[in-house]
């Protein structure tokens, strides 16, 4: 009867840092930590047994938990790091919000409506930036008693992307971005074949447009006017869109080909799209 209650009151004392250690084992821990909760599980055992011959719950239950709660402090300190690495703070959630209302933003999305720009490649970047997730609730203590974020229920070594250091960089692809459009805009519209379609603009569509062939530069912000101006200065071109995804396609279901054969799938690729199109208006986009 003593060796029960002594297994009893041993179970009951350990129970608590065992349930956790059970739950934080089903998450891909770091080797090192994953190695010694093996060993801590063999200790365990062996505590476990001496109690057979001591019949003393108290001591054992004391030592597994000694034991249990240098892994726990060490698996909580490791959580909060990976935690930071998938989460924005406070401050960087704001810069988010910067971000998505930022003039850069705008002027890209007035811009997507001009048919020869990649607009797609905008839309990608938004939903990167979109999916960052934000969590600044989490702290130590929280971790006491339950083993993941009970805000945004983190589970560590998920395949969530880090989000530490994106907001630097879909800042500087948005940049880049902006400045990608504005030159291929300023050359489409610099084209001097295109300079009789100015007299079907409207005087205040002229000077925007003509301010921007001087300068180069945006009006601040891009506006509709801007936008509207331009699309009738460019109906002077037929675009022609040619799909990326299909055209690497019909490059790589060829396989390994000699000179010949590749200029003849990529000249039928080309001849299908511009059929029927006026080559002196013809202008080619690869989106
Ligand atoms: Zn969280």
């Not at 084992?25 to 093996?38: G, V």
């Not at 401050?91 to 811009?111: F, H, I, P």
């Amino acid at each position: 009867m003593k060796i029960v209650k002594a297994y009893q009151n041993f179970a009951g004392k350990c129970k608590d840092h065992v349930t956790y250690m059970m739950n934080i084992s089903a998450y891909a821990l770091p080797e090192d930590l994953q190695n010694d909760i093996n060993a801590a599980k063999e200790r365990f055992g062996s505590i476990r047994d001496e109690i057979a011959g001591t019949c003393d719950g108290d001591s054992a239950a004391s030592r597994v938990n000694n034991l249990l709660q240098g892994l726990k402090k060490r698996y909580i300190d490791w959580y909060l790091a990976e935690h930071a690495k998938h989460r924005l703070d406070i401050k960087e959630s704001k810069r988010k919000n910067q971000l998505m209302q930022s003039g850069t933003r705008s002027d890209l999305s007035r811009l997507e409506e001009i048919d020869f720009l990649p607009g797609a490649k905008l839309s990608a970047l938004e939903t990167e930036l979109a999916r960052l997730k934000t969590c600044y609730e989490l702290t130590p203590d929280k971790l006491n008693s339950v083993t993941v974020c009970s805000s945004c229920k983190f589970v560590p070594g998920s395949a969530e992307p880090i989000v530490k250091g994106q907001l630097d960089s879909i800042e500087e692809r948005m940049e880049g971005m902006l400045a990608e459009w504005t030159k291929s805009l300023h050359d489409t519209v610099s084209d001097p074949t295109l300079s009789d379609q100015m007299q079907y603009l409207t005087a205040e569509q002229q000077s925007r447009l003509k301010a921007f062939i001087d300068t180069a530069e945006l009006p601040e912000p891009v506006d509709v006017y801007f936008i509207e101006a331009v699309k009738k200065y460019i109906t002077g071109f037929d675009v022609v869109t040619i799909d990326s995804a299909k055209l690497l396609e019909t490059l790589i279901k060829r396989g390994p080909c000699n000179e010949d054969d590749f200029r003849k799938a990529f000249n039928d690729l080309l001849s299908q799209a511009i059929r029927g199109k006026d080559k002196s208006k013809l202008r080619i986009v690869v989106k």
